[in-house]
């Protein structure tokens, strides 16, 4: 498994470094304060970039041009735009190292689904880090769970939900005792572990979640299934056929607390089906990977519906 | 003195026939080299239609014959550098045609990617034919002409 790493040396990954036009590489060494490292970088057309730190946004001078947005656009692409359409349509490109970069501009739509962007207005690249090992807590939690019931872990964005879940994921497929762990990565963001060959893990790149949770259930015999941002009605309906097959899921969700969640679509279907035994918030304090975690179990959560 | 003359009559001759013979390798070189270009736009049509490959991906899986044909030397990273490293027997049209397509490929989305490989195909499939069907016309010339241009000189010396 390939190793996102942003030397403590770099800001960027070498390959997207080489990507950037050199004044934006410079002021963002000028920018972000020593020691630390930016979590995400957005380049606007016609706008200033700029560069989340710690959690605080810091304006940068720099200012691309429309040239060079779509040049851009396609040096990510590496050079095949085609090659992407099907996750541009969905706002994101998914890099070969797992950098998830998301794009917006002026959409194409036929027939109610986008079949292509133009005029390319913003890129936001979200940069993976190595951190120090996560998901140790959750791990126990599925413990206590027997194994049997799932997890259902939620935040707003950006508070470190991926990173936290690929740690659990090298944690049950690592260690002693180590369980067959199917990750369904749909954005490509949660292949960046660390080089593991003791790692019992399955990887779905690029399967939508429904289909990767599916396949996972009934070909790879997975003994957990890990998927990150599961959301509509229609995911929901395949997680309980998985459930069902006796397969414990591990998954993260936007929202800002419990209530929210709980009310999204989908989430009442899941939650009569038991499939998650317990419903974990998160909260991070800025610049650290230090997790809070508000745990709700499902007789408690059962209560807001 | 007469073995001098015979043997500057047999230089020129044989010069003669080396020309035409690397002028015949040449002609066929030539449609070669068209043909392999015609076989990789159709296999880049075909992986984007089936697959939507990256380019560089179908030029890493591409068949070494077909690269050979082509005039490529080692697997390129995509089609402009090809083009820029390999030595073009083409006319000067096609080979900016091929240069056209290769910076036009990938900048587009699937649908038009398609109608712009089928639009170079379509205007270098009838290069391909003319020089196929005119190759063993342009052989000939190029195997007679110079030798006879040879025994010309060396009438023109006598």
Request: proline fraction near 4%.
């Amino acid at each position: 498994m390939q190793c996102i790493v942003v030397d403590r040396r770099e800001l960027l990954p070498r390959f997207l470094a080489a990507l950037l036009p050199l004044r934006l590489l410079e002021e963002l060494e000028r920018t972000v304060p020593g020691g630390m490292f930016p979590e995400e970088l957005r380049l606007r057309r016609g706008r200033c970039a700029s560069v989340t730190v710690g959690g605080e946004n810091l304006r940068l001078a720099t200012v691309l041009g429309g040239e060079e947005m779509e040049t851009l656009l396609l040096q990510l692409c590496t050079g095949s735009l085609y090659a992407h359409s099907e996750t541009l349509g969905e706002g994101y490109l998914v890099l070969s190292n797992g950098v998830r970069v998301g794009v917006c501009g002026h959409a194409a739509v036929v027939g109610g689904k986008i079949t292509g962007i133009s005029h390319i207005s913003s890129f936001s690249i979200r940069l993976p880090h190595k951190t120090p090992p996560v998901g140790g807590e959750i791990c126990a939690l599925f413990e206590e769970l027997s194994h049997t019931r799932g997890i259902l872990i939620y935040a707003p964005p950006g508070v470190g939900k991926t990173t936290l879940l690929r740690g659990v994921a090298v944690g049950l497929a690592g260690g002693a005792h180590p369980r067959r762990v199917a990750v369904v990565d749909t954005r490509g963001e949660l292949g960046a572990f660390t080089e593991g060959a003791e790692l019992l893990l399955d990887v779905l790149m690029g399967y939508p979640r429904g289909r990767g949770i599916g396949i996972a259930t009934r070909t790879l015999s997975a003994e957990v299934i890990v998927c990150d941002e599961i959301g509509d009605l229609s995911e929901a309906q395949e997680i309980v056929a998985a459930h069902t097959g006796g397969v414990p899921l591990i998954a993260t969700a936007h929202a800002a607390g419990i209530r929210e969640l709980l009310a999204r679509p989908g989430m009442r279907l899941l939650h009569e089906a038991r499939v998650f035994g317990a419903y974990v918030g998160l909260s991070r304090a800025s610049g650290q990977f230090l997790y809070t975690y508000d745990v709700t179990d499902w007789e408690a959560a059962d209560a807001f519906f | 003195m007469h073995f001098f003359k015979w043997l500057g009559i047999g230089l020129i001759l044989l010069c003669g026939i080396f020309a035409g013979v690397c002028f015949a390798a040449f002609e066929r070189r030539r449609v070669a080299q068209a043909e392999g270009f015609l076989a990789l736009l159709r296999l880049i049509r075909l992986q984007i239609d089936c697959f939507s490959m990256p380019v560089g991906h179908i030029l890493a899986a591409c068949d070494k014959e077909v690269l050979s044909a082509c005039g490529a030397t080692a697997v390129p990273a995509d089609l402009g550098t090809m083009l820029a490293t390999t030595r073009l027997y083409l006319s000067e049209d096609i080979c900016r045609l091929l240069r056209e397509f290769a910076s036009r490929l990938g900048g587009s989305y699937r649908e038009e990617e398609l109608r712009c490989c089928d639009y170079y195909l379509a205007r270098l499939a009838p290069y391909c034919d003319v020089l196929r069907a005119d190759l063993a016309r342009r052989e000939r010339m190029a195997l007679l002409l110079p030798p006879a241009l040879s025994v010309a000189v060396i009438l023109l010396l006598l």
